[in-house]
């Protein structure tokens, strides 16, 4: 039995229905587990309730001790600039000891975003979350082309090699599309089917 660590952080919800969809993707996979969880939020109840975030998530939060009991971890962070999110960031500054451990080498890791605009910096964010992850020794798995998905162009749509991702629009308005959720199962389907593969390997 694989187990693999959904990490997160969402504002709005963009990334936690990304989440989910992935998640979904994971457990189709036979004896593979998933754990959804997210990061810390860094701003105040009053200052998120002003930006309208959504704070009646469900996943509960993650600590930077419990990564090592996971087979694999697929994070999931929105964009800002051009980067990941402060509070994805915050996490990830924590685990340090884990990096001196070598606790996550060999791991599987992958990563999935959102952005406000088609070209908003889908992957330059998942490409420099990958960087964190290959650091920490993690072997790196995104979404290949054998998710046809990925190059529907008959529509507006996320979705690269290096990850999931999904358009919110300017006023985070818009959520994921049924093309969007479709390549994030995807991408949990390969992530857990080569998580499967490498612990048979061991």
Not at 26 to 34: A, C, I, L, P, W
Not at 75 to 89: D, E, F, L, S
Not at 94 to 111: E, R
Not at 168 to 188: C, F, Y
């Amino acid at each position: 039995m694989t187990k693999t660590l959904i990490l997160y952080y969402s504002t709005y919800g963009h990334i936690e229905a990304l989440a989910n969809a992935i998640a979904e993707g994971v457990t189709s996979v036979e004896n593979s587990q998933v754990v959804i969880k997210r990061v810390p939020e860094l701003m105040s109840d009053e200052v998120a309730k002003q930006a309208g975030a959504k704070l009646d998530q469900s996943a509960p939060i993650a600590t930077v001790e419990e990564l090592p009991e996971y087979d694999a971890i697929i994070i999931g962070t929105p964009t800002r600039y051009g980067r990941m999110a402060a509070q994805m960031a915050n996490f990830l500054d924590q685990t340090g000891g884990l990096w001196f451990q070598d606790a996550l080498v060999g791991k599987v890791g992958s990563v999935f975003t959102s952005t406000a605009s088609q070209h908003g910096g889908q992957e330059t964010t998942l490409i420099s979350t990958i960087v964190n992850l290959m650091h920490l020794g993690m072997t790196i798995v995104g979404t290949p082309y054998t998710e046809k998905r990925l190059v529907n162009i008959d529509e507006v749509s996320g979705g690269t090699p290096y990850g999931a991702s999904t358009i919110a629009g300017g006023d985070g308005s818009r959520m994921p599309s049924e093309n969007e959720l479709e390549i994030a199962k995807s991408q949990g389907r390969h992530v857990a089917s080569v998580t499967r593969a490498i612990k048979r390997g061991q």
